[in-house]
């Protein structure tokens, strides 16, 4: 058989005689690495791998990611893998943000920001007050007493 365009192969396996399913245009496969400690050489034959839980549960993926926080400076973190939904960012609500602390943190502050805007556009007051720099230091050294209160405490 002919190998044809959108398949990963048309041979069958010798043992199954299964053969390989296609990959529809509007997919994408992704093939990585995710576990740092294999050895180069020819890749050992696992028998009780039969589904993905499976070869999930046998591999335990895990790596070692380097974030970059807000100053600049590298934040080291181990990302383990247990099913296909843990790579799956979904704008922070997926597993992938779940499982990173770093990640998590930084939704957290995104999602407070974001709450905190949405308070200011929806408060009259509070606009005027920042629109006239007056008014804005007098808020800022308010909020900043206010704050040190509250690290005190």
């Known amino acids: 058989m002919a190998l044809k365009e959108n398949f990963i192969s048309m041979a069958p396996d010798e043992e199954s005689n299964a ?21 180069p050489g020819s890749p050992d034959f696992v028998e009780n791998v039969r589904n993905i839980q499976d070869a999930f549960d046998y591999f ?60 200011i556009e929806q408060n009259r007051k ?3 007050i920042l629109k006239e720099a007056g008014s804005r230091d007098e808020l800022k050294a308010m909020l900043g007493s206010m704050l040190n209160e509250l690290e005190n405490a």
């Open 19 to 39: 053969v390989a399913s296609p990959i529809d245009n509007n997919k994408t496969l992704l093939i990585d690495q995710y576990t740092a400690d294999v050895e």
């Open 60 to 119: 335990k993926p895990s790596v070692e990611v380097d974030f970059t926080d807000e100053e600049g400076g590298s934040v080291s973190e181990r990302l383990h893998f247990g099913e296909i939904r843990d790579f799956e960012a979904d704008g922070g609500k997926g597993r992938l943000v779940g499982n990173s602390q770093f990640l998590s943190d930084i939704k957290m502050k995104v999602d407070t920001n974001a709450k905190i805007r949405k308070s």
């Open 126 to 128: 509070l606009r005027d």
